[in-house]
C-alpha cells in the first residue's frame, strides 16, 4: 500500500484547505481500514488531528473540532481532511495514516503553513 499525500500549502489566517491521501498499490476498500491525519509541528511530537474508522465514525482533536473535517471518497481510495478556519497553530507537516488488517502505513506529509 502506498499513500500519496497532497494539498499542503501557504495561507493566511482564517482560510482554508483540503488535504487528500490517496492509497494505491493493493486492491482494498478503504471503508475496511481505519484512515487517520497527524501533525507535526517544529520541536513538537506528532499529534492526532483526526480519524475515520471503517464505519464512518470520526474524531477531532479538541484544538480542531468545529473547523476540520475528515472524509472518504470510496471510489477514489482517498481520504480528505477539510481545514476552515486555519491560524497559525495549525502549521505543520501533516501526515496521512491508515491501520488494518493490511497493516499500518504512512503518507510523505505534506506541510501546512499559515501566516498570521
Known amino acids: 500500500v502506498q499513500l500519496q499525500a497532497s494539498g499542503g500549502g501557504l495561507v493566511q489566517a482564517g482560510g482554508s484547505l483540503r488535504l487528500s491521501c490517496t492509497a494505491s498499490?493493493?486492491?482494498?476498500?478503504?471503508?475496511?481500514?481505519?484512515w487517520y491525519w497527524y501533525r507535526q509541528a517544529p520541536g513538537n511530537q506528532r499529534e492526532l488531528v483526526a480519524g475515520i474508522t471503517g464505519g464512518g465514525s470520526t474524531n477531532y482533536a479538541d484544538s480542531v473540532k468545529g473547523r476540520f473535517t475528515i472524509s472518504r471518497d470510496n471510489a477514489r481510495n482517498t481520504v480528505f481532511l477539510q481545514m476552515n478556519s486555519l491560524k497559525p497553530e495549525d502549521t505543520a507537516v501533516y501526515y496521512c495514516?491508515?491501520?488494518?488488517?493490511?497493516?499500518?502505513?504512512w503518507g510523505q506529509g505534506t506541510q501546512v503553513t499559515v501566516s498570521s
Open positions: 498499490g493493493t486492491r482494498f476498500s478503504i471503508n475496511a481500514m481505519y
Open positions: 495514516n491508515t491501520r488494518g488488517y493490511l497493516g499500518n502505513y
